[in-house]
């Protein structure tokens, strides 16, 4: 039995009011100069100036550094925790909860806790360092270091995530394929590479989907560990927005989010049309 | 850019959010006395009162709240805090374009104010009584086209160098009226001493740039029209042999290794620390660091001294110096509100008011922009040194008090520069590409 289409009606109010509208009224605001005051047509002058931005390079440089890396991290760091935890070891459930526990902290108190942990002289780090001869650097505050030490926090605080998909993707492997493959004599090797790794593939897909798009827009803990600094060296695109919305340019920050949205698109979606096609059926 | 030291004492801001008690006392039929320059207001008003949640901003906006309050106990004046740096000026522009501002508001003057368009959105305040009584500077930088929109808060600062007095007498040194001479004394601190002789902060990005903007007054002398062809898109950072010498200053002591060497994770409270205690000598600073002075290290108060950023020419030596915040009226303020808003306006623009902060400050950090205010007797060595280059008349408004342009940026890039990640040349040619934005969203002509 159809229902009558107007009980569609409540939620595509709300989706149109919430989402919809917002959505046109920003790519409209992206082709104006705007300062909440009043609002002056300027056609793509925004996504010239934004493309003109010298701390932009550096942004989408960043952007491109960071979201692959820990993106691979935490697809390699998130199978590996994922097969020990599903092995049969001491203490496990208790083990998965501190694996997850990361992922429940707010991201912010995260980057403020590690800001004080990196401390390139008080932080516990490298005191830890220094208690061993080793003169630590200055995570945060070395250029060529900072937007790494970024990516470690977050791939520490993520990877639990990864770690539960690939949890329920492992144990959902019949275990006959992989008794089949060592009577066929296959080392442990071959069983994980050419049996597990092939039927995991949906985890895979989905923690690289999932971290590629969170690592492409990442914002807060850059924001709380360096604000894109020493300078504008671990700027990423969305700290890049997010100055020029603190500026008051608001019709250049929201072009800004406008070319955001496309990148992320542009590198997400086929992607995940190129993973879902090689996912093997058995 | 501008300075605003952003101290998240978020304790003291919620403190400050509980509402002052209300002395309602006589109530409805009092009479309050004074030079009310609006209507007399006689019924039981509230002022909301939206201010920075920067410790003394706080203390001082509780202090003259409560000294009004006394002579017109019918009107309560109730602080309310915003997050200091870009974070707070999103909230006043959100609020003011809303209509949702607090009845009246604390604001930067100069260059920031232009920004809120203070035409469409501030009542003009020239045609009261209070006008008459301020500085003439002050009147400028708190002016939009021909209207006056704010009195002033506290002092005008300067920026320049703030020294530790007993390292310079036990090693002899002079206070340096050129650059030379300046490099001069660090290279003999940095020899005879450990003391680092240049105290940088970089972990709070906005103490960087004084080095180039308390240069300000040296551009000036060499350059007297530099502000208007800034303005008009005529004359830049990079191609001003004058402009560019903060930037160059900056990275020279960045590559002579002169710098204390936690200079990239130190921050503002670091520096007043260390300049008090002869950790380092000099820090590059705005005076009001005078006051975190006299309040966190009172027994070192008079071992920190003053003087003005030296140029290359000892004969025109002198102080660049930034105009007093001000208070505001939002245009969303009227009726009763509205008239009582003006008289705690006239209050803080009055003898008075300058009392009731110089007690809640302990000690101002400069001149008054108020007829009738004067300087306590006992002010830190650092204040009288200061005072010197108002009384000789030595002084120049730093840039943003006589330009609306300015970039957003310039503290990143003079943490860049001060860091060796970028030249002096490539960082001054980098502000001056930050600074169309600005220009542009303000419609300037010939951007």
């Given at each position: 039995m159809a229902y009558p289409a107007w009980f569609y009606l409540p939620a595509a109010v709300v989706y149109g009011v919430l989402f919809i509208a917002p959505t046109f009224a920003s790519f409209y605001f992206s082709l104006t100069r705007w300062s909440l005051f009043d609002q002056e047509f300027i056609g793509f002058g925004n996504f010239v100036q934004f493309f003109q931005e010298p701390a932009l390079v550096t942004g989408l440089t960043n952007t491109l550094i960071y979201g692959p890396i820990t993106s691979v991290a935490k697809v390699v760091l998130g199978l590996l925790l994922a097969l020990l935890l599903t092995?049969?070891?001491?203490g496990r459930g208790w083990l998965r909860s501190v694996v997850f526990?990361?992922?429940?902290?707010s991201t912010i108190g995260v980057g403020i806790m590690f800001q004080a942990l990196m401390d390139?002289?008080?932080?516990a780090i490298n005191r830890m360092l220094g208690v061993v001869g080793i003169n630590g650097p200055?995570?945060?505050?070395n250029p060529d270091l900072a937007l790494y030490s970024v990516a470690l926090v977050d791939v520490w605080k993520g990877v639990g995530l990864a770690t539960v998909i690939y949890i329920a993707g492992l144990v959902s492997i019949p275990r006959e394929y992989i008794e089949a493959a060592a009577v066929d004599g296959a080392s442990a090797w071959q069983r994980f590479w050419h049996v597990t790794v092939p039927l995991v593939r949906p985890a895979t897909n989905t923690v690289i989907i999932l971290s590629l798009i969170g690592g492409l827009r990442t914002f807060d803990l850059i924001w709380a560990m360096t604000r894109g600094g020493p300078g504008f060296t671990s700027d990423v695109i969305a700290s890049v927005i997010y100055k020029q919305y603190q500026a008051g340019f608001y019709g250049l920050s929201t072009a800004g989010n406008v070319v955001l949205f496309v990148i992320v698109s542009a590198i997400v979606v086929p992607l995940a049309w190129w993973l879902n096609r090689r996912q093997v059926e058995y | 850019m501008t300075l605003r030291p952003t101290t998240g004492h978020r304790l003291l801001a919620v403190a400050a959010l509980t509402?002052?008690?209300?002395?309602?006392?006589?109530?409805?039929?009092s009479d309050p006395e004074g030079a009310g320059s609006g209507e007399e207001v006689t019924e039981e008003v509230d002022v909301s009162f939206l201010v920075s949640n920067s410790e003394s901003e706080v203390q001082t906006a509780e202090a003259l709240a409560e000294a009004f309050n006394e002579e017109h106990p019918n009107i309560t004046v109730t602080i309310e805090t915003r997050p200091g740096g870009s974070e707070g000026d999103n909230i006043v522009k959100t609020r003011l374009a809303t209509g949702d501002m607090t009845d009246i508001f604390l604001y930067n003057s100069g260059s920031l104010l232009q920004a809120l368009n203070p035409e469409q959105t501030l009542t003009p305040l020239?045609?009261?009584?209070?006008?008459?009584?301020?500085?003439d500077a002050f009147v400028q930088s708190a002016s939009s086209g021909d209207n006056l929109y704010g009195v002033p808060w506290r002092t005008a600062m300067g920026g320049g160098i703030l020294y530790h007095i007993p390292t310079y007498e036990e090693l002899g040194l002079e206070i340096p009226l050129t650059w030379e001479e300046f490099m001069e004394n660090n290279r003999v601190i940095a020899e005879e001493t450990d003391k680092a002789p240049v105290i940088q902060t970089?972990?709070?990005?906005?103490?960087?740039q004084l080095f180039v903007l308390a240069d300000f007054h040296n551009v000036l002398a060499e350059e007297p029209d530099f502000a208007e062809q800034y303005t008009a898109n005529e004359a830049k950072y990079a191609t001003s042999d004058a402009a560019i010498r903060g930037f160059e200053h900056l990275e020279q002591v960045h590559e002579e290794g002169l710098?204390?060497?936690?200079f990239a994770s130190a921050g503002y409270a670091d520096g007043v620390r260390m300049v008090a205690t002869g950790e380092g000598v000099h820090y590059p600073m705005i005076t009001q660091a005078i006051g975190e002075i006299t309040a966190n290290h009172p027994e070192q108060a008079n071992d920190v001294g003053f003087f003005a950023q030296p140029g290359d020419d000892p004969d025109s030596n002198g102080l660049t110096v930034w105009s007093p915040h001000a208070v505001y009226l939002p245009q969303s303020t009227e009726g009763a509100d509205r008239d009582a808003a003006l008289m705690f306006m006239d209050f803080v623009a009055s003898p008075a008011g300058c009392e009731a902060q110089t007690e809640a400050l302990g000690q101002p950090s400069g001149p008054f922009a108020v007829e009738g205010c004067t300087l306590p007797d006992d002010v830190p060595q650092a204040v009288k040194d200061m005072q010197i280059y108002f009384d000789e008349g030595r002084t120049s408004p730093a840039l943003e008090f006589l330009s609306p342009v300015k970039g957003p940026a310039l503290e990143q890039i003079t943490v860049e520069v001060g860091s060796g990640i970028r030249s002096a040349e490539d960082g001054a040619a980098l502000y001056d590409e930050d600074v169309r934005k600005q220009a542009q969203q303000l419609g300037l002509e010939g951007w």
């Open positions: 092995s049969q070891i001491q526990f990361p992922v429940l902290v390139p002289r008080d932080g200055g995570w945060l505050t | 509402p002052l008690v209300v002395l309602a006392g006589c109530g409805g039929d020239g045609d009261q009584e209070f006008a008459g009584r301020l500085d970089y972990e709070e990005t906005w103490t960087s710098q204390n060497e936690d």
